[in-house]
Nanobody, 121 residues
Framework: QVQVVESGGGLVQPGGSLRLSCTAS????????MGWYRQAPGKQRELVAA???????NYADSVKGRFAISRDNARNTVYLQMNSLKPEDTAVYYC???????????????WGQGTQVTVSS
């Protein structure tokens, strides 16, 4: 069974930085994408950033120029460097790992338990 474990959340002042890490383990055949989503109270979960196995990266418009996603394929680990944090970045951040199946085009999604990021003075 695939396990996804996140770390690195916390409390930071506006303008500060945090780095999130996420590692996937257990029964992984091949990872297609690794990414970060977030969910603020009363809002839907939204994509923050994702990186595809070929290297293509997608960012939410709200984080472009402030956040950077990177991936260590050998360690099945993805990082999210968050700079110039704003109060509106406050949310629970979830790591998503999407894997190929042995046959066919379908993918499977695995989620971490979430890590709280709070930006406040």
């Amino acid at each position: 069974q695939v396990q996804v474990v996140e770390s690195g959340g916390g409390l930071v002042q506006p303008g500060g930085s945090l780095r999130l890490s996420c590692t996937a383990s257990g029964g992984i055949l091949s990872i297609y994408t690794m990414g970060w989503y977030r969910q603020a109270p009363g809002k839907q979960r939204e994509l923050v950033a994702a990186i595809i196995s070929g290297g293509n990266i997608n960012y939410a418009d709200s984080v472009k120029g402030r956040f950077a996603i990177s991936r260590d394929n050998a360690r099945n680990t993805v990082y999210l460097q968050m700079n110039s944090l704003k109060p509106e970045d406050t949310a629970v951040y979830y790591c998503n790992v999407r894997t190929h199946r042995p046959t066919g085009p379908q993918k499977d999604d695995y989620w971490g338990q979430g890590t709280q990021v709070t930006v406040s003075s």
